[in-house]
């Protein structure tokens, strides 16, 4: 979500007459974009700030701005904070950024512009470089208030973008050379639960698939309480929609489930997995899962490994738990020391690779549709791309291949990646 409003604000910087840079000494704008939802990043956007007005001492006409959700959890109290600071700029007003822009090029700094429009989301402009993946915004905000998280205050309340306005961005990309779109949203599957007469989002999917030159349709995040039986079966008939599902579960236990006000139980998941999985055997099923929530057992996290070697999933993101200001987990009592968090996702995150690497182990000899997306890192006669399950595969080839669905049998299922040899 936060690559995507930086590309945003890009194209908008973009539109106001500045480029890019790769050299951070050479700018006249620096915005660090900053993510609240947990304390480690939220530290470093902190730290970058820091490095930034150091560079404003050499450049003293440079503007630096804070956007992103600390910019809307802090507000104003940033720029009592930070000397240096011209604006603070939260993720529903992104669109202002021309003007805030225009008047701190007068001189006028200072501005804080936070807070969310009713309706909506803005529609802001398509980045004009050619991208052959892409996020497409279907909605934003949250209504869930699972108790640690801090997205309901600082994204707002769920709001869903029309379809048609959806159905013409992807358009306009698929113009520009896009083959894969990646539809966002912090809960995908409550698409337009409030809009009466708007597509639902398994319509929304079949509908997308119809539009002439797309390869490629994914979509994140999943909420296990919202995915509807319908959007299940959506993965057995849409055709370009690839099969890969996040569906975070957080925890394997139903106590600590319900303290997260997950609204689901570790029954209800697994039987959303079994469901998915006779519809789409092939599905490359990933997840969040959280250690060290308040009060949370050795025999919860028990639950939580359990839960991991029976789905066994094709991978994780895995976190410390860590108390976000105004969430009602951060003033509940029983959190677990430094020490437990960081044991217990040392014991998750190797369970995890085992996992991980069996499966990728057990795609050796298959053939693949690999949609070829650059140069390996490592060699330059090496091409990369991605499998529909969403695997990085790597494999001899030119560079003419960019953009292109091969096909690629797999003669090596590596930690993080698959190599193969290309074969139509
Ligand atoms: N909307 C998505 C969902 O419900 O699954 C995820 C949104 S959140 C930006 C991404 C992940 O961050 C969550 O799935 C959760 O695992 C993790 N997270 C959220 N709040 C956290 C906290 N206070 N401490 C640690 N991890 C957190
Ligand atoms: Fe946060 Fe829960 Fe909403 Fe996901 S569903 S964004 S974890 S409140």
Redesign the pocket.
């Known amino acids: 979500m936060n690559e995507h409003d930086s590309e945003r604000m890009l194209a908008l910087l973009e539109g106001c007459g500045y480029r890019e840079t790769k050299h951070v000494e050479e700018a006249d704008v620096m915005l660090v974009n900053t993510c609240t939802v947990r304390e480690k990043p939220e530290q470093k956007a902190y730290s970058m700030v820091g490095r930034f007005q150091q560079l404003k001492e050499d450049n003293p006409h440079a503007i630096i701005g804070i956007t992103g959700c600390v910019a809307q959890q802090e507000g104003e109290r940033l720029l009592g904070r930070i000397p240096a600071l011209d604006f603070v700029l939260g993720p529903g007003k992104i669109h202002k950024l021309p003007e805030i822009l225009r008047d701190a090029e007068k001189g006028k700094r200072g501005t804080c512009s936070v807070g969310f429009e009713n309706g909506c989301p803005t529609n802001l402009p398509t980045p004009h470089t050619a991208q052959l993946r892409a996020y497409v915004t279907i909605m934003q905000g949250?209504d869930?208030?699972?108790s640690?998280?801090i997205?309901?205050t600082v994204r707002g309340r769920e709001r869903s973008r029309p379809s048609a306005a959806i159905l013409a961005e992807i358009e306009t990309l698929i113009r520009q050379g896009t083959k894969e779109i990646t539809l966002l949203g912090?809960?995908v599957n409550s698409y337009a639960k409030h809009t009466p007469g708007e597509l639902t989002f398994p319509q929304l999917l079949a509908k997308i698939d119809e539009i002439p030159g797309l390869e490629r349709i994914r979509f994140t995040?999943s909420?296990p309480k919202d995915l509807t039986e319908e959007t299940i079966e959506a993965f057995g008939y849409v055709e370009h929609l690839c099969e890969h599902l996040h569906l975070?579960f957080?925890a394997g236990s139903n106590a600590v489930l319900e303290r997260m006000n997950?609204g689901h139980t570790r029954e209800e998941y697994l039987a959303q997995i079994k469901k998915v999985r006779e519809v789409s055997p092939q599905m490359g099923i990933t997840a969040d899962v959280m250690v060290g929530f308040p009060a949370e057992e050795e025999e919860d996290f028990d639950q939580t490994l359990e839960l991991i070697r029976r789905v066994e999933f094709d991978g994780l993101f895995s976190f410390k738990y860590s108390p976000r200001p105004g969430t009602r987990a951060a003033r509940w009592k029983g959190e677990c020391t430094p020490e437990v968090k960081q044991r217990r996702l040392e014991i998750l995150q190797g369970l995890q690779r085992g996992i991980t690497l069996k499966k990728n182990k057990e795609l050796e000899g298959s053939v693949k549709e690999i949609l070829v997306e650059g140069r390996s890192r490592n060699s330059p006669h090496t091409m990369r791309g991605r499998t529909r399950c969403n695997r990085i595969v790597n494999f001899p080839g030119g560079s003419d291949l960019v953009g292109a669905l091969v096909f690629v049998k797999i003669a090596k299922g590596l930690q993080n990646s698959l190599r193969g040899e290309r074969c139509g």
């Open positions: 949250c869930n208030f699972c640690y998280c997205v309901p912090q809960n995040t909420h975070p957080q997950r």
